[in-house]
């Protein structure tokens, strides 16, 4: 049985968020596959995802709202092998990580057993604004005297 969190009449409109901490907690529960999140750059993150055994047919990557989806199923080929033991994980896993907003996905890429993501958080610019100040009117200001 799960809790609502946002369940006060003082959180109206944050069903989506509440959705989203749902799903994470989910996710999280299940430590597999293991991964790292490392920053590159003053705007570039890196999530590593240890998938030995996966080739690139195997995975899945997409993009859904504001979520970054990993999939990996493996095909079963196993026929005619005989293991006399199996260490090596052969399951289908998805890792979900919620993304702020602006984030963009640069590549993705396998190297011996490791997925690659690279992530960019753009650098928002400084925005100066000049805003005048306007001068009342002279009609304004004599309405107001003439009636007090």
């Known amino acids: 049985m799960t809790t609502r969190v946002f369940t006060s009449p003082l959180f109206l409109g944050f069903d989506h968020l509440e959705q989203m901490l749902e799903r994470a907690s989910k996710n999280s529960s299940d430590g597999y596959p293991p991964y790292n999140i490392e920053q590159?750059?003053?705007?570039?993150?890196?999530i590593t995802l240890a998938v030995a055994g996966f080739t690139m047919d195997d995975l899945q990557i997409t993009q859904e709202d504001n979520q970054l989806v990993i999939r990996g199923r493996q095909s079963d080929d196993v026929q005619g092998r005989v293991f006399l033991h199996r260490g090596i994980a052969a399951r289908q896993f998805q890792r979900a990580f919620v993304m702020a907003e602006g984030i963009e996905v640069k590549g993705a890429w396998l190297d011996?057993?490791?997925?690659?993501?690279?992530?960019?958080?753009?650098?928002?610019?400084?925005?100066?604004?000049?805003?005048?100040?306007?001068?009342?009117?002279?009609?304004?200001?004599?309405?107001?005297?003439?009636?007090?």
Do not use: F, M, Y
Not at 40 to 46: E, I, K, S
Not at 125 to 142: F, L, N, Y
């Open 40 to 46: 590159t750059g003053p705007a570039g993150l890196r």
């Open 112 to 148: 011996n057993g490791l997925l690659n993501i690279d992530l960019a958080r753009p650098q928002p610019e400084a925005k100066v604004r000049h805003i005048e100040i306007a001068r009342p009117e002279r009609s304004r200001v004599s309405k107001v005297v003439d009636a007090g």
